[in-house]
């Protein structure tokens, strides 16, 4: 028997797993005044820049509109979560940084993530996992082959 899957439930399955790991993040942090949203961009630039780093560099990496994370850094400024460090050399260049108080909380925040994340996972074997990333490359990939050819079929029609 083969089974058919369309493309529609393969992309709502991808978004129903983004979706419950912050939902149970969200719960997690319940009472904190912290959206899930919020818990796993903190966790990411714990992850990936504890140093700080750029809004556009983050936009880049995770394919947000700069408006959204704009916005998203905003609240997690007035929150007292991260800060932005003024650049010398560029002042509109505003470099994002993690504040006293979410290295406070550093410890507690990855492992809550990597726990969640480890229970969300662990019904699939080191294989398996293996095999999800790949695909997801590949579907990455594919969307921005997809998305430059758009821009270059843009230019085309520019005058």
Known sequence: MTERVRAEDLFFAIKRIGLDWTARM??????????????????YILRHHPQGTYITEVCR?????????????????????L???????DIRRKRIIPTQKLLIRK?????????????IFSVLDHQEQIQMYRMEKKILTQLTRMEDSEKKKQEVYLP
Do not use: W
């Not at 410890?107 to 480890?118: I, K």
């Open 83 to 89: 800060a932005f460090e003024k650049n010398p050399e």
């Open 61 to 81: 990496e995770i394919g947000v509109a700069k408006s959204t994370l704009s916005e998203l850094v905003r609240k997690l400024k007035d929150k007292g979560y």
């Open 26 to 43: 969200e719960m997690r942090f319940h009472g904190e005044n912290i959206t899930g949203i919020q818990v796993y961009f903190l966790v």
């Open 107 to 119: 410890s507690q925040l990855l492992e809550t993530a990597d726990r969640t994340e480890a229970e």
